[in-house]
């Protein structure tokens, strides 16, 4: 089982609305974790970087939050625009030896 | 800065055929992975190297060669390409400083 779960598997929204990923984590220990954007035909592009102290993290229209004690974090996307059409992967990593463990992603389509 | 580069963008093998993928970063990174992608699935780990001369196995490294004899430079090797390694594969660089990785653009495998 993949130590990083994300939801929903898929999403489309319409232009302007904004929409939540979700990512549940088993990972630990837990040192940090990443949210990255990955467009079609392209590689990932991070988004934001959160440790354990931190609980809310902003990029622009993108919000990150983490709750560490029960081991979630979402993805808050404002306004949703044609370009946020991608896929969003969350990545948690091990506290003792940073090793990095990937979500399958949710991909979120926005639709005019 | 180019930051990632990846070739080629596609390639086709047969079953047994050997084949080198390429990737070069020119920010001067230390580190240096190589990951594949495959649906419904997070990247795993295949090599990383944490510096020239210093290659390390990561979760799925049966199948692939790496080596790193310089900062810039860390191709892949297929030695005897299979069906089962069909997938994308992408090619990734941090610096210590750095809190996230920079991903090459990746390049698509098939293996008939």
Request: net charge neutral; proline share 4%; charged share 15%.
């Amino acid at each position: 089982k993949n130590q990083v779960e994300q939801s929903p598997q898929s999403l489309i929204i319409l232009e302007g609305k904004n929409c939540t990923l979700q990512c549940n984590y088993t990972v630990s220990p837990f040192s940090n974790l990443r949210w990255y954007k990955q467009d079609t035909g392209r590689g990932p592009v991070s988004l934001t970087i959160m440790t354990f102290s931190e609980n809310t993290k902003s990029n622009g229209r993108y919000t990150a939050t983490l709750d560490a004690d029960t081991k979630q974090s979402s993805l808050h996307i404002t306004a949703s625009q044609l370009s946020d059409s991608a896929s969003y992967i969350c990545v948690v990593s091990e506290g003792d030896n940073n090793d990095m463990r990937f979500g399958a992603g949710t991909r979120l389509t926005v639709k005019p | 800065n180019a930051g990632v580069t990846q070739t080629p963008k596609f390639q086709v093998l047969k079953t047994g055929q050997s084949m080198t993928l390429q990737c070069a970063q020119d920010m001067n990174h230390e580190y240096m992975s190589w990951y594949r992608q495959d649906p419904g699935m997070g990247l795993r780990l295949i090599h990383y190297s944490v510096g020239a001369g210093i290659t390390d196995q990561g979760e799925v490294p049966n199948g692939y060669n790496v080596s790193r004899s310089t900062t810039e430079d860390f191709p892949l090797r297929l030695l005897s390409a299979a069906p089962s390694q069909t997938s994308v594969y992408f090619c990734a660089s941090s610096s210590p400083s750095s809190e996230k990785l920079f991903f090459g653009s990746g390049t698509q495998l098939s293996v008939l």
